[in-house]
């Protein structure tokens, strides 16, 4: 089992940054693919961005490419996701996830439902 603890959310101005971090511990070994995903109030829980455990470019959602990266640290067992020029639309709760399976792409891991593990999620609330 792997257990996955985000933390980093808060309140920001629009324009403003944050650091999530995702701390996951256990079987960590196990784990192939990391990623967030986001879920606004009254919709669907959305993709982010994700990245592989061991090498390769991560893979972003369009509405975030350029403005947030994620970013790993094995040693940790920690994965970041910097996020500037926040946006109030980017204001959700913001869960970290796991996958066991190795899959050909990073693009694959972008499937929520493909996901193993979760964490409970960290608020994120941009002002504007």
Request: aromatic share 12%.
């Amino acid at each position: 089992q792997v257990q996955l603890v985000e933390s980093g959310g808060g309140l920001v101005q629009a324009g403003g940054s944050l650091r999530l971090s995702c701390l996951a511990s256990g079987r960590t070994s196990s784990i192939y693919g990391m990623g967030w995903f986001r879920q606004a109030p009254g919709k669907e829980r959305e993709f982010v961005a994700v990245i592989r455990r061991s090498s390769g470019s991560p893979y972003y959602i369009d509405s975030v490419k350029g403005r947030f990266t994620i970013s790993r640290d094995n040693a940790k067992n920690t994965v970041y996701l910097q996020m500037n020029s926040l946006k109030p639309e980017d204001t959700a709760v913001y869960y970290c996830a796991a996958d066991k399976t190795a899959r050909s792409s990073t693009s694959y891991y972008s499937n929520q439902y493909g996901m193993d593990y979760w964490g409970t999620g960290t608020l994120v609330t941009v002002s504007s």
